[in-house]
């Protein structure tokens, strides 16, 4: 007579298997728990620099620092922005973002007319805001990973600083000819004056050379360059006239 034998494996199967699909997310929900942590850690640090670097000037950027190792050191000589004419500040603003004291980081309606143009009109799409996080915090790359951290530190700009702030650091870390940094280096290397004592004529032909200071000059503009010059002044008297440098100033 043949005798039945226990089916005990089936049930120890079944019971591995649920053990086993317990486990899985388990682990999953440990991983997903680290990843958070270093995820509002890096955020936490960022905010801590952005912060601190409100009222402490930034020692040096990435670009900076590659210039300074190429070309054997360069120059920079940080000033207050109250040290500085008003007419840099303006010129700026009339050159690389206009609208400044009317976007959150972000000018819609600039970023509108490149996306209708097809990519072909692409000044003044990115703010000041946003080079300013570029310059300062991040390091030059064109993919979509870096621009998403430019997108991110740029609200934390301007969450944390003020829009004068913003300002006076671009000046000061903005190259207007190779290896020169900053206006308070750039005025006496063109026009032999301090920066308090530019004339807007002068801030503009400094404004004029970004973002391309490799490729023309503030002492020696060629025709295109002093057509620029011409339109900056321009904008600058609009900014001050209808009070679009106020949050600056």
């Known amino acids: 007579m043949a005798v039945k034998k226990k089916k005990t494996g089936g049930r120890k199967g079944k019971a591995r298997g649920k ?5 899985l997310p388990t682990k999953l929900r440990a991983i997903f728990r680290i990843l958070s942590r270093i995820f509002w850690a890096l955020l936490g640090f960022q905010a801590a620099t952005v912060f601190v670097f409100a009222f402490v000037n930034p020692p040096t950027d990435f670009y900076m620092l590659s210039e300074s190792r190429r070309l054997g050191g360069v120059k920079q000589d940080w000033v207050r922005l109250e040290d500085v004419s008003a007419n840099m500040g303006r010129a700026v603003v009339a050159a690389e973002d206009a609208n400044f004291c009317q976007h959150w980081g972000f000018d819609l309606g600039a970023i509108r007319a490149v996306v209708t143009s ?65 206006v308070g280096a750039a005025a006496p290397y063109y026009f032999g004056v301090k920066a308090k004592n530019l004339t807007l004529e002068q801030a503009a ?30 904008g600058a008297r609009t900014i001050e006239a209808d009070g679009r440098d106020r949050c600056f100033q």
């Not at 053990?19 to 486990?23: H, I, L, N, V």
């Not at 621009?147 to 609200?155: M, P, S, V």
């Not at 060629?222 to 620029?228: F, P, V, Y």
Request: without cysteine; aromatic residues 8%.
């Open 205 to 234: 032909r400094l404004a004029a050379v970004l973002p391309n200071p490799k490729g023309r000059s503030a002492s020696r503009p060629s025709a295109k360059t002093l057509r620029r010059v011409k339109a900056i002044i321009s």
């Open 19 to 23: 053990a086993k699909k317990r486990f």
């Open 118 to 182: 097809g990519g072909k009109r692409l000044r003044g799409a990115s703010t000041l805001s946003q080079q300013v996080a570029k310059n300062v915090f991040l390091w030059p790359d064109r993919s979509w990973f870096r621009k998403a951290l430019e997108a991110e530190t740029t609200l934390m700009l301007e969450l944390l600083w003020s829009k004068r702030r913003i300002v006076e650091v671009y000046i000061n870390v903005a190259e207007f000819d190779e290896g020169v940094f900053g």
